[in-house]
């Protein structure tokens, strides 16, 4: 990481601790824990290529596949949609275009960011950068879904929470709650990257 880069993520760090120490519950902490991963991240996925963060809520499974794949999970739907597009770029591109909600990937937090921000609030983390760096390394992950999966989140009142028996430590554990399971398939690289 540049030491520009070092500098735009631990500045977010600042923001974070500024907002919990003035308990700012309404500070912009996705923008924050969002921008920190996109500087703080060894891979230029999620920034462009002034460095600006990248995001994406309709990620097309053609066009992103590197950023894709280096999410930390990937769902069986998310990865059926990946394999068709790659299958057959020209009828995901109509169905993308037409905003087919069967070939929607959903980029999602796999720890909602209020579960990630409410733990600094309540004091179990340390409010100096490299305490809040370490809860963020902890438990900051994105899962990549398919529409429907995305569908049963929030059908079990798991858009913005955990279950209710979480352990604190399976970071899937929404996923598993809704019997999301992993995609273990590797998905090829598509003829073009347009």
Known sequence: MSDRLKVLADSYLDHIRIA???????APFRDFLDNWNAFNAQH??????????????NPSALARVQMLDALDFRSVGAGAILEDAVRDPATYRRR???RDRDVKLIV???????????ALFVGD????????????VAAYRLGLLCHAENARLDAMGLRSAMPAEW???NLFARYAAAR???????????????
Not at 20 to 26: F, I, L, M
Not at 47 to 52: F, N, W
Not at 126 to 134: A, K, P, Q
């Open 167 to 169: 352990d604190g430590k």
């Open 96 to 98: 993308y275009a037409a």
């Open 20 to 26: 919990v120490e003035a308990q700012d519950r309404g």
């Open 125 to 136: 983390v340390e409010l100096t950068r490299d305490g809040i760096r370490s809860h963020l």
């Open 180 to 194: 999301i399971e992993p995609c273990v398939e590797e998905v090829s690289e598509p003829f073009d990257n347009a």
């Open 108 to 118: 999602d937090h796999a720890v909602p960011i209020g579960v990630i921000v409410a």
């Open 44 to 57: 230029e996925h999620h920034r462009s290529r002034g460095d600006r963060p990248r995001w994406f809520n």
